[in-house]
Protein backbone atom coordinates (compact mmCIF):
# COMPACT_ATOMS: atom_id res chain seq x y z
CA UNK A 1 0.00 0.00 0.00
CA UNK A 2 1.14 3.29 -0.96
CA UNK A 3 2.75 4.56 2.84
CA UNK A 4 1.32 8.40 1.78
CA UNK A 5 -2.30 6.81 1.35
CA UNK A 6 -2.02 5.71 4.72
CA UNK A 7 -0.59 8.92 6.12
CA UNK A 8 -3.72 9.99 4.81
CA UNK A 9 -6.41 7.88 5.84
CA UNK A 10 -4.85 8.06 9.54
CA UNK A 11 -4.81 11.86 9.66
CA UNK A 12 -8.52 11.93 8.30
CA UNK A 13 -9.52 9.37 11.32
CA UNK A 14 -7.46 11.47 13.73
CA UNK A 15 -8.97 14.74 12.33
CA UNK A 16 -12.11 14.68 14.18
CA UNK A 17 -9.89 14.19 17.41
CA UNK A 18 -7.92 16.96 17.29
CA UNK A 19 -10.52 19.48 15.81
CA UNK A 20 -12.46 18.84 18.93
CA UNK A 21 -9.88 18.87 21.35
CA UNK A 22 -10.05 22.47 23.07
CA UNK A 23 -7.78 24.44 24.95
CA UNK A 24 -9.65 25.85 27.77
CA UNK A 25 -8.69 28.24 30.89
CA UNK A 26 -10.93 27.22 33.62
CA UNK A 27 -10.54 30.04 36.51
CA UNK A 28 -11.85 29.14 40.24
CA UNK A 29 -10.35 32.55 42.09
CA UNK A 30 -12.37 31.87 44.93
CA UNK A 31 -11.50 30.07 47.72
CA UNK A 32 -14.21 28.25 49.12
CA UNK A 33 -13.51 24.13 49.09
CA UNK A 34 -17.46 23.92 48.40
CA UNK A 35 -17.33 26.25 45.24
CA UNK A 36 -14.55 24.56 44.09
CA UNK A 37 -15.84 20.76 44.86
CA UNK A 38 -18.82 22.20 42.28
CA UNK A 39 -16.78 23.47 39.62
CA UNK A 40 -14.03 20.43 39.44
CA UNK A 41 -16.99 18.17 38.08
CA UNK A 42 -17.11 20.33 34.89
CA UNK A 43 -13.17 20.66 34.60
CA UNK A 44 -12.89 16.27 34.98
CA UNK A 45 -15.88 16.19 32.53
CA UNK A 46 -13.67 18.09 30.28
CA UNK A 47 -10.37 16.79 30.74
CA UNK A 48 -12.30 13.55 29.94
CA UNK A 49 -13.63 14.59 26.63
CA UNK A 50 -9.97 15.32 25.68
CA UNK A 51 -9.65 18.88 26.10
CA UNK A 52 -6.54 20.76 27.14
CA UNK A 53 -7.57 22.23 30.53
CA UNK A 54 -5.18 25.09 32.35
CA UNK A 55 -6.89 25.44 35.83
CA UNK A 56 -6.24 28.45 37.92
CA UNK A 57 -7.62 27.80 41.53
CA UNK A 58 -7.01 27.58 45.05
CA UNK A 59 -7.44 23.58 45.56
CA UNK A 60 -4.43 21.17 43.75
CA UNK A 61 -6.20 18.42 42.28
CA UNK A 62 -5.96 15.05 44.02
CA UNK A 63 -5.03 13.12 40.96
CA UNK A 64 -2.66 13.54 38.16
CA UNK A 65 -3.94 14.03 34.34
CA UNK A 66 -1.62 15.12 31.45
CA UNK A 67 -3.90 17.66 29.98
CA UNK A 68 -4.25 19.58 32.94
CA UNK A 69 -2.07 22.31 34.29
CA UNK A 70 -2.61 23.74 37.20
CA UNK A 71 -2.16 27.49 38.22
CA UNK A 72 -2.60 27.45 42.29
CA UNK A 73 -3.05 30.56 44.20
CA UNK A 74 -0.47 29.53 47.21
CA UNK A 75 -1.07 30.62 49.64
CA UNK A 76 -4.24 30.28 49.55
CA UNK A 77 -6.55 33.21 50.47
CA UNK A 78 -7.17 33.29 54.29
CA UNK A 79 -11.03 33.75 54.52
CA UNK A 80 -11.43 33.28 58.40
CA UNK A 81 -8.80 35.67 58.68
CA UNK A 82 -11.55 38.19 57.29
CA UNK A 83 -14.68 36.66 58.09
CA UNK A 84 -14.07 35.19 61.33
CA UNK A 85 -15.96 32.14 61.75
CA UNK A 86 -16.64 32.98 65.71
CA UNK A 87 -19.22 36.09 63.85
CA UNK A 88 -20.42 33.56 61.66
CA UNK A 89 -21.54 31.66 64.67
CA UNK A 90 -22.99 34.22 65.91
CA UNK A 91 -25.64 34.90 63.67
CA UNK A 92 -23.74 38.24 62.18
CA UNK A 93 -24.49 37.28 58.68
CA UNK A 94 -28.22 37.35 59.14
CA UNK A 95 -29.59 40.65 57.02
CA UNK A 96 -30.19 40.44 53.39
CA UNK A 97 -28.25 43.72 53.24
CA UNK A 98 -25.18 42.79 55.54
CA UNK A 99 -24.89 39.12 52.98
CA UNK A 100 -24.61 41.47 49.77
CA UNK A 101 -22.03 43.47 51.84
CA UNK A 102 -20.13 40.69 52.73
CA UNK A 103 -20.80 39.40 49.10
CA UNK A 104 -19.30 42.49 47.44
CA UNK A 105 -16.69 42.83 50.00
CA UNK A 106 -15.01 38.93 49.77
CA UNK A 107 -15.14 38.98 45.73
CA UNK A 108 -13.46 42.36 45.78
CA UNK A 109 -10.51 40.99 48.55
CA UNK A 110 -10.31 37.81 46.70
CA UNK A 111 -10.03 38.92 43.59
CA UNK A 112 -7.39 41.26 44.18
CA UNK A 113 -5.72 38.32 46.72
CA UNK A 114 -5.44 36.09 43.44
CA UNK A 115 -4.40 38.44 40.45
CA UNK A 116 -1.85 39.04 43.12
CA UNK A 117 -0.03 35.46 43.19
CA UNK A 118 2.78 35.02 41.22
CA UNK A 119 1.95 32.74 39.03
CA UNK A 120 -1.36 34.63 38.08
CA UNK A 121 0.72 37.63 37.36
CA UNK A 122 3.11 35.68 35.03
CA UNK A 123 -0.10 34.36 32.87
CA UNK A 124 -1.32 38.12 32.78
CA UNK A 125 2.22 38.56 30.94
CA UNK A 126 2.13 35.90 28.66
CA UNK A 127 2.79 36.34 25.41
CA UNK A 128 2.81 32.86 23.39
CA UNK A 129 -0.14 31.20 25.17
CA UNK A 130 -3.56 30.44 22.85
CA UNK A 131 -7.04 29.51 24.57
CA UNK A 132 -10.47 28.84 22.60
CA UNK A 133 -12.39 29.95 25.73
CA UNK A 134 -12.40 30.96 29.26
CA UNK A 135 -14.26 29.67 31.89
CA UNK A 136 -15.01 31.49 35.15
CA UNK A 137 -17.12 31.01 37.99
CA UNK A 138 -19.72 33.66 38.24
CA UNK A 139 -19.45 34.75 41.22
CA UNK A 140 -17.99 38.40 41.89
CA UNK A 141 -14.77 37.95 39.99
CA UNK A 142 -15.26 40.54 37.04
CA UNK A 143 -11.82 42.05 37.14
CA UNK A 144 -11.16 38.47 35.85
CA UNK A 145 -13.23 39.12 32.32
CA UNK A 146 -10.11 40.98 31.40
CA UNK A 147 -8.39 37.23 30.42
CA UNK A 148 -10.95 37.34 27.90
CA UNK A 149 -9.68 40.69 26.14
CA UNK A 150 -6.40 39.19 26.65
CA UNK A 151 -6.89 36.21 25.17
CA UNK A 152 -9.19 36.73 22.34
CA UNK A 153 -11.41 34.02 23.48
CA UNK A 154 -15.03 33.21 24.70
CA UNK A 155 -15.99 33.10 27.76
CA UNK A 156 -18.88 30.88 29.92
CA UNK A 157 -19.11 31.68 33.79
CA UNK A 158 -20.77 29.05 36.16
CA UNK A 159 -23.39 30.07 38.67
CA UNK A 160 -22.48 28.81 41.38
CA UNK A 161 -25.39 30.37 43.53
CA UNK A 162 -28.03 30.36 41.08
CA UNK A 163 -29.20 33.15 38.96
CA UNK A 164 -28.93 36.97 39.92
CA UNK A 165 -30.15 40.01 38.87
CA UNK A 166 -27.17 40.95 36.69
CA UNK A 167 -26.86 37.48 35.08
CA UNK A 168 -29.93 38.98 33.52
CA UNK A 169 -29.39 42.03 32.25
CA UNK A 170 -25.80 40.64 31.06
CA UNK A 171 -28.14 38.50 28.48
CA UNK A 172 -30.36 41.44 27.77
CA UNK A 173 -33.35 40.58 30.16
CA UNK A 174 -34.64 43.28 32.56
CA UNK A 175 -35.57 41.36 36.14
CA UNK A 176 -39.06 41.53 36.67
CA UNK A 177 -38.69 42.38 40.64
CA UNK A 178 -42.61 41.78 40.14
CA UNK A 179 -42.53 38.06 40.35
CA UNK A 180 -38.50 37.03 40.65
CA UNK A 181 -37.39 37.68 44.35
CA UNK A 182 -33.81 38.90 44.52
CA UNK A 183 -31.12 35.86 45.06
CA UNK A 184 -31.28 35.88 48.47
CA UNK A 185 -34.67 36.22 49.39
CA UNK A 186 -37.12 33.26 49.49
CA UNK A 187 -40.14 34.50 48.77
CA UNK A 188 -41.97 32.56 45.69
CA UNK A 189 -43.42 34.11 42.53
CA UNK A 190 -46.50 35.24 44.31
CA UNK A 191 -45.58 37.94 46.67
CA UNK A 192 -47.60 40.38 48.75
CA UNK A 193 -47.06 43.87 48.48
CA UNK A 194 -44.75 44.31 51.50
CA UNK A 195 -42.96 41.54 50.33
CA UNK A 196 -42.34 43.00 46.57
CA UNK A 197 -42.11 46.75 48.26
CA UNK A 198 -39.35 45.08 49.94
CA UNK A 199 -38.08 42.99 46.98
CA UNK A 200 -37.64 46.08 44.73
CA UNK A 201 -35.72 47.95 47.44
CA UNK A 202 -32.92 45.00 48.04
CA UNK A 203 -32.71 44.62 44.45
CA UNK A 204 -32.46 48.14 43.45
CA UNK A 205 -29.72 48.66 46.43
CA UNK A 206 -28.25 45.78 44.75
CA UNK A 207 -27.98 47.44 40.90
CA UNK A 208 -26.86 50.47 42.10
CA UNK A 209 -23.92 49.25 44.45
CA UNK A 210 -22.99 47.31 41.69
CA UNK A 211 -23.30 49.80 39.21
CA UNK A 212 -21.66 52.87 41.16
CA UNK A 213 -19.54 50.99 43.75
CA UNK A 214 -18.76 47.46 43.21
CA UNK A 215 -18.09 47.67 39.15
CA UNK A 216 -15.68 50.61 39.36
CA UNK A 217 -13.68 48.81 41.98
CA UNK A 218 -13.70 45.94 39.42
CA UNK A 219 -12.76 48.29 36.63
CA UNK A 220 -9.72 49.46 38.57
CA UNK A 221 -8.57 46.72 39.91
CA UNK A 222 -8.53 44.83 36.05
CA UNK A 223 -6.64 47.99 34.62
CA UNK A 224 -4.41 47.88 37.64
CA UNK A 225 -3.29 44.48 36.71
CA UNK A 226 -3.41 44.43 32.59
CA UNK A 227 -2.51 47.99 31.73
CA UNK A 228 0.65 47.32 30.07
CA UNK A 229 0.15 43.77 29.53
CA UNK A 230 -2.32 44.24 26.56
CA UNK A 231 -1.61 46.57 23.33
CA UNK A 232 -4.62 48.92 23.03
CA UNK A 233 -6.80 50.39 25.38
CA UNK A 234 -8.44 48.06 28.01
CA UNK A 235 -12.53 48.14 27.25
CA UNK A 236 -14.45 48.31 30.32
CA UNK A 237 -15.15 44.97 32.24
CA UNK A 238 -19.06 46.36 32.35
CA UNK A 239 -18.51 45.85 28.54
CA UNK A 240 -17.09 42.38 28.47
CA UNK A 241 -19.60 41.08 30.99
CA UNK A 242 -21.91 41.76 28.35
CA UNK A 243 -19.56 39.68 25.78
CA UNK A 244 -20.03 36.40 28.25
CA UNK A 245 -21.56 33.85 25.67
CA UNK A 246 -23.38 31.60 27.46
CA UNK A 247 -23.94 30.90 32.10
CA UNK A 248 -24.63 27.77 32.92
CA UNK A 249 -26.47 28.25 36.39
CA UNK A 250 -26.84 25.85 39.30
CA UNK A 251 -30.44 25.84 39.89
CA UNK A 252 -33.27 23.44 38.52
CA UNK A 253 -36.99 24.07 37.53
CA UNK A 254 -38.12 21.61 40.09
CA UNK A 255 -37.20 23.70 42.64
CA UNK A 256 -36.25 27.61 41.75
CA UNK A 257 -39.06 30.09 40.87
CA UNK A 258 -39.70 30.39 36.93
CA UNK A 259 -38.45 33.33 35.08
CA UNK A 260 -37.91 34.56 31.84
CA UNK A 261 -35.14 33.23 30.13
CA UNK A 262 -32.73 33.94 27.12
CA UNK A 263 -31.20 30.60 25.40
CA UNK A 264 -27.69 31.80 27.01
CA UNK A 265 -28.64 30.78 30.14
CA UNK A 266 -28.88 27.14 30.78
CA UNK A 267 -29.71 26.02 34.09
CA UNK A 268 -27.46 22.77 35.27
CA UNK A 269 -28.44 21.70 38.70
CA UNK A 270 -27.75 18.81 40.03
CA UNK A 271 -24.49 18.11 37.51
CA UNK A 272 -22.32 17.70 40.89
CA UNK A 273 -24.43 14.46 41.81
CA UNK A 274 -23.44 11.11 40.39
CA UNK A 275 -24.01 7.66 40.86
CA UNK A 276 -22.91 6.89 44.44
CA UNK A 277 -19.52 5.31 44.62
CA UNK A 278 -18.76 2.02 47.25
CA UNK A 279 -18.58 3.31 50.56
CA UNK A 280 -15.44 2.62 52.86
CA UNK A 281 -15.86 -0.99 54.22
CA UNK A 282 -16.06 0.39 57.71
CA UNK A 283 -18.58 3.07 57.15
CA UNK A 284 -21.34 0.51 54.73
CA UNK A 285 -21.18 -2.07 57.85
CA UNK A 286 -21.58 0.85 60.16
CA UNK A 287 -24.65 2.12 57.79
CA UNK A 288 -26.08 -1.61 56.49
CA UNK A 289 -26.05 -2.42 60.70
CA UNK A 290 -28.07 0.48 61.83
CA UNK A 291 -31.43 -0.82 62.51
CA UNK A 292 -33.26 2.35 63.68
CA UNK A 293 -31.46 3.83 60.88
CA UNK A 294 -28.73 7.26 60.95
CA UNK A 295 -28.66 10.68 61.38
CA UNK A 296 -26.08 12.25 59.41
CA UNK A 297 -24.89 15.85 60.38
CA UNK A 298 -22.32 17.89 58.47
CA UNK A 299 -22.13 21.97 58.61
CA UNK A 300 -20.40 21.69 54.82
CA UNK A 301 -16.90 21.75 54.11
CA UNK A 302 -16.01 25.68 55.40
CA UNK A 303 -17.80 25.77 58.69
CA UNK A 304 -16.05 23.25 60.22
CA UNK A 305 -17.64 21.40 63.44
CA UNK A 306 -14.19 22.20 65.35
CA UNK A 307 -14.95 25.61 65.57
CA UNK A 308 -18.26 25.84 67.29
CA UNK A 309 -18.69 27.32 70.82
CA UNK A 310 -17.80 24.34 73.44
CA UNK A 311 -21.50 24.78 74.87
CA UNK A 312 -23.44 24.25 71.14
CA UNK A 313 -20.86 21.09 71.03
CA UNK A 314 -22.06 19.74 74.36
CA UNK A 315 -25.73 20.71 73.82
CA UNK A 316 -25.55 18.70 70.63
CA UNK A 317 -24.25 15.36 72.11
CA UNK A 318 -26.87 15.84 74.33
CA UNK A 319 -29.48 15.60 72.02
CA UNK A 320 -27.69 12.89 70.19
CA UNK A 321 -27.89 10.44 73.24
CA UNK A 322 -31.07 10.93 73.40
CA UNK A 323 -31.67 9.04 70.35
CA UNK A 324 -32.81 5.55 69.14
CA UNK A 325 -30.97 6.51 66.17
CA UNK A 326 -26.93 6.02 65.24
CA UNK A 327 -25.21 9.77 64.28
CA UNK A 328 -22.75 9.99 61.86
CA UNK A 329 -21.32 13.56 62.29
CA UNK A 330 -18.60 15.11 59.90
CA UNK A 331 -16.53 16.65 63.38
CA UNK A 332 -12.69 17.53 62.24
CA UNK A 333 -11.39 17.22 65.92
CA UNK A 334 -11.09 13.47 67.49
CA UNK A 335 -10.55 15.07 70.59
CA UNK A 336 -14.43 16.17 70.98
CA UNK A 337 -14.70 13.97 74.59
CA UNK A 338 -16.93 11.62 75.82
CA UNK A 339 -19.13 10.49 72.38
CA UNK A 340 -21.99 8.55 73.73
CA UNK A 341 -22.19 4.86 72.30
CA UNK A 342 -24.56 5.68 69.02
CA UNK A 343 -22.16 8.47 67.71
CA UNK A 344 -19.72 8.31 65.18
CA UNK A 345 -17.54 11.22 64.16
CA UNK A 346 -15.30 11.46 61.19
CA UNK A 347 -13.04 14.27 59.46
CA UNK A 348 -14.07 13.62 56.36
CA UNK A 349 -17.32 11.61 55.05
CA UNK A 350 -18.19 10.91 51.38
CA UNK A 351 -21.38 12.73 51.79
CA UNK A 352 -23.17 11.96 48.34
CA UNK A 353 -22.66 8.32 48.99
CA UNK A 354 -23.56 8.46 52.63
CA UNK A 355 -27.04 10.35 51.61
CA UNK A 356 -27.44 7.52 49.17
CA UNK A 357 -27.77 4.99 51.42
CA UNK A 358 -31.36 3.81 52.09
CA UNK A 359 -30.64 3.90 56.08
CA UNK A 360 -30.32 7.56 56.25
CA UNK A 361 -33.14 8.88 58.20
CA UNK A 362 -32.68 12.63 58.50
CA UNK A 363 -29.44 15.18 57.10
CA UNK A 364 -28.69 17.70 59.79
CA UNK A 365 -27.06 20.45 57.19
CA UNK A 366 -26.37 24.11 57.00
CA UNK A 367 -28.53 24.47 54.29
CA UNK A 368 -25.58 25.26 51.48
CA UNK A 369 -27.10 25.00 48.37
CA UNK A 370 -24.94 22.18 46.89
CA UNK A 371 -25.73 20.03 50.60
CA UNK A 372 -28.81 20.52 49.78
CA UNK A 373 -29.60 19.14 46.44
CA UNK A 374 -28.05 16.26 47.56
CA UNK A 375 -30.29 15.69 49.93
CA UNK A 376 -33.12 16.43 47.59
CA UNK A 377 -31.78 14.29 44.74
CA UNK A 378 -31.23 11.10 47.69
CA UNK A 379 -35.33 11.74 48.93
CA UNK A 380 -33.77 12.66 52.45
CA UNK A 381 -35.67 15.06 55.01
CA UNK A 382 -33.75 17.77 56.00
CA UNK A 383 -33.19 19.60 59.30
CA UNK A 384 -31.46 22.98 57.88
CA UNK A 385 -29.65 24.95 60.42
CA UNK A 386 -28.72 28.28 58.11
CA UNK A 387 -25.81 30.42 59.13
CA UNK A 388 -24.63 32.77 56.29
CA UNK A 389 -25.07 33.92 52.63
CA UNK A 390 -28.02 31.96 50.72
CA UNK A 391 -28.28 29.26 53.28
CA UNK A 392 -31.29 31.29 54.85
CA UNK A 393 -33.01 31.49 51.51
CA UNK A 394 -32.30 27.15 50.50
CA UNK A 395 -33.72 26.63 53.91
CA UNK A 396 -36.72 28.59 53.64
CA UNK A 397 -37.38 27.16 50.98
CA UNK A 398 -37.08 23.81 51.81
CA UNK A 399 -39.34 23.88 54.49
CA UNK A 400 -42.23 25.61 52.86
CA UNK A 401 -41.45 22.47 49.92
CA UNK A 402 -42.44 20.28 53.51
CA UNK A 403 -39.22 17.79 53.34
CA UNK A 404 -37.32 20.06 56.02
CA UNK A 405 -37.40 21.67 59.92
CA UNK A 406 -35.32 24.18 60.43
CA UNK A 407 -33.76 25.75 63.97
CA UNK A 408 -32.14 28.93 64.60
CA UNK A 409 -28.67 28.20 65.88
CA UNK A 410 -27.81 31.03 68.45
CA UNK A 411 -31.05 30.02 70.42
CA UNK A 412 -31.75 26.29 69.63
CA UNK A 413 -31.74 24.37 73.10
CA UNK A 414 -30.93 20.16 73.41
CA UNK A 415 -34.90 19.64 73.11
CA UNK A 416 -35.22 21.74 70.72
CA UNK A 417 -32.77 19.28 68.24
CA UNK A 418 -33.94 16.37 69.98
CA UNK A 419 -37.72 17.20 69.13
CA UNK A 420 -36.78 18.39 65.63
CA UNK A 421 -35.23 14.90 64.49
CA UNK A 422 -37.56 13.15 66.30
CA UNK A 423 -40.13 14.82 64.23
CA UNK A 424 -38.79 14.30 60.90
CA UNK A 425 -38.30 10.59 61.45
CA UNK A 426 -41.59 9.85 63.18
CA UNK A 427 -44.15 11.83 60.94
CA UNK A 428 -44.08 10.44 57.47
CA UNK A 429 -44.79 13.75 55.55
CA UNK A 430 -41.43 14.62 55.43
CA UNK A 431 -40.18 11.52 53.81
CA UNK A 432 -43.19 11.19 51.25
CA UNK A 433 -42.17 14.80 50.12
CA UNK A 434 -38.87 14.06 49.88
CA UNK A 435 -39.14 11.51 47.85
CA UNK A 436 -41.77 13.54 45.78
CA UNK A 437 -39.17 16.03 45.12
CA UNK A 438 -36.31 13.77 44.78
CA UNK A 439 -38.39 12.33 41.42
CA UNK A 440 -38.47 15.91 39.96
CA UNK A 441 -35.42 16.73 40.49
CA UNK A 442 -34.27 13.73 39.16
CA UNK A 443 -36.22 13.91 36.02
CA UNK A 444 -34.03 15.39 33.00
CA UNK A 445 -33.53 14.95 29.43
CA UNK A 446 -29.71 14.18 30.33
CA UNK A 447 -27.24 14.56 33.09
CA UNK A 448 -26.90 18.22 33.27
CA UNK A 449 -23.00 17.14 33.23
CA UNK A 450 -23.82 16.08 29.57
CA UNK A 451 -25.93 18.89 29.32
CA UNK A 452 -23.02 21.48 30.24
CA UNK A 453 -20.54 19.84 28.58
CA UNK A 454 -22.54 20.42 25.30
CA UNK A 455 -23.38 23.85 25.74
CA UNK A 456 -19.25 24.48 26.49
CA UNK A 457 -18.38 22.83 23.31
CA UNK A 458 -20.92 24.54 21.33
CA UNK A 459 -19.39 27.53 22.03
CA UNK A 460 -15.94 26.78 21.91
CA UNK A 461 -17.09 25.41 18.49
CA UNK A 462 -18.50 28.68 17.57
CA UNK A 463 -16.19 30.90 18.91
CA UNK A 464 -18.26 32.81 20.97
CA UNK A 465 -22.65 32.72 20.66
CA UNK A 466 -23.66 36.47 20.78
CA UNK A 467 -27.05 34.54 19.02
CA UNK A 468 -27.55 33.44 22.51
CA UNK A 469 -28.61 36.83 23.94
CA UNK A 470 -30.80 39.57 22.62
CA UNK A 471 -29.86 43.15 21.83
CA UNK A 472 -31.38 44.06 25.23
CA UNK A 473 -27.97 43.19 26.98
CA UNK A 474 -26.86 46.64 25.21
CA UNK A 475 -29.94 48.90 24.92
CA UNK A 476 -29.58 51.81 27.38
CA UNK A 477 -32.59 51.52 29.86
CA UNK A 478 -34.71 54.32 28.26
CA UNK A 479 -34.97 52.41 25.22
CA UNK A 480 -35.56 49.16 26.99
CA UNK A 481 -38.36 50.69 28.98
CA UNK A 482 -39.62 51.88 25.45
CA UNK A 483 -39.60 55.16 27.57
CA UNK A 484 -38.87 57.32 24.39
CA UNK A 485 -42.07 55.72 22.71
CA UNK A 486 -44.51 56.55 25.41
CA UNK A 487 -42.79 59.48 25.62
CA UNK A 488 -43.58 60.60 22.56
CA UNK A 489 -47.07 59.08 22.30
CA UNK A 490 -47.95 61.46 25.61
CA UNK A 491 -46.63 64.39 23.63
CA UNK A 492 -48.59 63.74 20.37
CA UNK A 493 -51.78 62.90 23.17
CA UNK A 494 -51.04 65.97 25.14
CA UNK A 495 -50.55 68.20 21.57
CA UNK A 496 -53.59 66.45 20.42
CA UNK A 497 -55.59 67.44 22.75
CA UNK A 498 -54.12 70.75 24.25
CA UNK A 499 -53.78 72.37 21.34
CA UNK A 500 -56.95 72.31 19.99
CA UNK A 501 -58.40 73.10 23.33
CA UNK A 502 -56.07 76.09 23.32
CA UNK A 503 -57.30 77.25 20.03
CA UNK A 504 -60.86 76.89 20.91
CA UNK A 505 -60.41 79.16 24.01
CA UNK A 506 -58.38 81.58 21.97
CA UNK A 507 -61.45 81.96 19.53
CA UNK A 508 -63.42 82.07 22.43
CA UNK A 509 -62.26 84.48 24.39
CA UNK A 510 -61.86 86.79 20.99
CA UNK A 511 -65.73 86.21 20.76
CA UNK A 512 -66.57 87.49 24.30
CA UNK A 513 -63.92 90.62 23.81
CA UNK A 514 -66.80 91.25 20.46
CA UNK A 515 -69.84 90.60 21.80
CA UNK A 516 -69.17 93.17 24.90
CA UNK A 517 -69.74 95.94 22.24
CA UNK A 518 -72.36 94.30 19.80
CA UNK A 519 -75.00 93.72 23.25
CA UNK A 520 -74.02 97.81 23.74
CA UNK A 521 -75.14 98.72 20.69
CA UNK A 522 -78.07 96.99 21.06
CA UNK A 523 -78.98 98.11 24.26
CA UNK A 524 -78.49 101.69 23.01
C1 LIG B 1 -4.53 14.54 25.99
O1 LIG B 1 -4.62 15.27 24.79
C2 LIG B 1 -4.16 14.58 23.65
C3 LIG B 1 -4.12 15.52 22.47
O2 LIG B 1 -5.25 16.36 22.42
C4 LIG B 1 -5.08 13.39 23.41
O3 LIG B 1 -4.66 12.68 22.27
C5 LIG B 1 -5.03 12.50 24.63
O4 LIG B 1 -5.94 11.42 24.48
C6 LIG B 1 -5.37 13.28 25.90
N1 LIG B 1 -5.10 12.45 27.05
C7 LIG B 1 -6.07 12.01 27.85
C8 LIG B 1 -5.64 11.12 28.98
O5 LIG B 1 -7.25 12.31 27.70
C1 LIG C 1 -16.60 40.67 22.37
O1 LIG C 1 -16.46 39.44 21.69
C2 LIG C 1 -16.21 39.54 20.32
C3 LIG C 1 -16.18 38.15 19.73
O2 LIG C 1 -15.85 37.17 20.66
C4 LIG C 1 -14.93 40.31 20.08
O3 LIG C 1 -14.71 40.48 18.70
C5 LIG C 1 -15.00 41.67 20.77
O4 LIG C 1 -13.77 42.34 20.66
C6 LIG C 1 -15.35 41.50 22.23
N1 LIG C 1 -15.53 42.79 22.85
C7 LIG C 1 -14.74 43.24 23.80
C8 LIG C 1 -15.10 44.56 24.39
O5 LIG C 1 -13.80 42.59 24.19
C1 LIG D 1 -22.95 -6.09 61.30
O1 LIG D 1 -23.93 -7.12 61.23
C2 LIG D 1 -23.40 -8.34 60.80
C3 LIG D 1 -24.54 -9.31 60.60
O2 LIG D 1 -25.74 -8.84 61.10
C4 LIG D 1 -22.39 -8.84 61.83
O3 LIG D 1 -21.84 -10.06 61.40
C5 LIG D 1 -21.27 -7.81 61.95
O4 LIG D 1 -20.39 -8.17 62.98
C6 LIG D 1 -21.84 -6.45 62.27
N1 LIG D 1 -20.76 -5.48 62.18
C7 LIG D 1 -20.59 -4.53 63.08
C8 LIG D 1 -19.43 -3.62 62.84
O5 LIG D 1 -21.31 -4.37 64.02
C1 LIG E 1 -8.67 19.79 68.70
O1 LIG E 1 -9.23 20.38 69.85
C2 LIG E 1 -8.31 20.60 70.91
C3 LIG E 1 -9.07 21.11 72.12
O2 LIG E 1 -10.11 21.97 71.76
C4 LIG E 1 -7.24 21.55 70.43
O3 LIG E 1 -6.28 21.76 71.46
C5 LIG E 1 -6.55 20.97 69.20
O4 LIG E 1 -5.62 21.88 68.68
C6 LIG E 1 -7.58 20.65 68.13
N1 LIG E 1 -6.93 19.97 67.02
C7 LIG E 1 -7.11 20.36 65.77
C8 LIG E 1 -6.43 19.52 64.73
O5 LIG E 1 -7.78 21.33 65.43
Redesign the pocket.
Known sequence: MNPRWLLLCLAALLMPITSTAFNILFMGPFPAPSHWMWLEHFLRDLLQRGHHVTALTNHRAKYVHPNLTEIIIDPQFNIPHYFPKENIFKMRYASDFQNLQMWFHVGLLTSEYALNDPKVKALIASKDQHFDLIILEQFFHESFLMFAHKFKCPVVTLGTMGYADNMDHTMGLLTPWSFIPHLLLSHTDQMTFTQRAYNTYLSLYDAVMRRWYYMPKMQEMAERHFTGQVEGPLPHVRQLEKNISLMLINSHRSLDVPRPSMPGLVNVGGVHIKTPKPLPHDLQTYLDNSTHGVVYFSLGSYMKS?DMPKEKISLILNAFSQLKQNVLWKF??S?IGHLPPNVKIQSWLPQNDILAHPNIKVFITHGGIFGTQEGIHWGVPMLSIPLYGDQHRNTIKSVRAGYARTLNFGQMSSEDLLQNVRLLISDGSYKQKALEASRKFRDNPMHPLDEASFWIEYIARHKGAPHLKSYGAYMPLYQYLLLDVFGCALLIAFLAIWLPLRILKFLGSLLRRQEPEESRKKRQ
Do not use: Q
Open positions: IENS
